[in-house]
Nanobody, 115 residues
């Protein structure tokens, strides 16, 4: 069964850092475009960062310069390094993998930024 499993969420103080990981149990991981989204209570799901199969990246303005997406195809894993965290970054974070009509989602991991 194909799965995406996120980890690394938790409680962090403002200004702190977290690194989220998303491990995928898919064949040929390297062909997938990978994305990180988040959803805060009462808000729509927001695309934060994307990395193509070739390694090109894009970021939402809200996280540009603070968050970094990366992938390790040898480990079937995508990462989201989050620095300078703010209370408004509090949300459930989801990873997503897409290739053609295949659209996979993880279960989400909670990130809470609070003092």
């Amino acid at each position: 069964q194909v799965q995406l499993v996120e980890s690394g969420g938790g409680l962090v103080q403002p200004g702190g850092s977290l690194r989220l990981s998303c491990a995928a149990s898919v064949s040929i991981f390297s062909i997938y475009a990978l994305n990180w989204y988040r959803q805060a209570p009462g808000k729509q799901r927001e695309l934060l960062a994307a990395i193509t199969s070739g390694g090109s990246t894009n970021y939402a303005d809200s996280v540009k310069g603070r968050f970094t997406i990366s992938r390790d195809n040898s480990k079937n894993t995508v990462y989201l390094q989050m620095n300078s965290l703010k209370p408004e970054d509090t949300a459930v974070y989801y990873c997503n993998a897409r290739y053609g009509v295949v659209d996979l989602w993880g279960q989400g991991t909670q990130v809470t930024v609070s003092s």
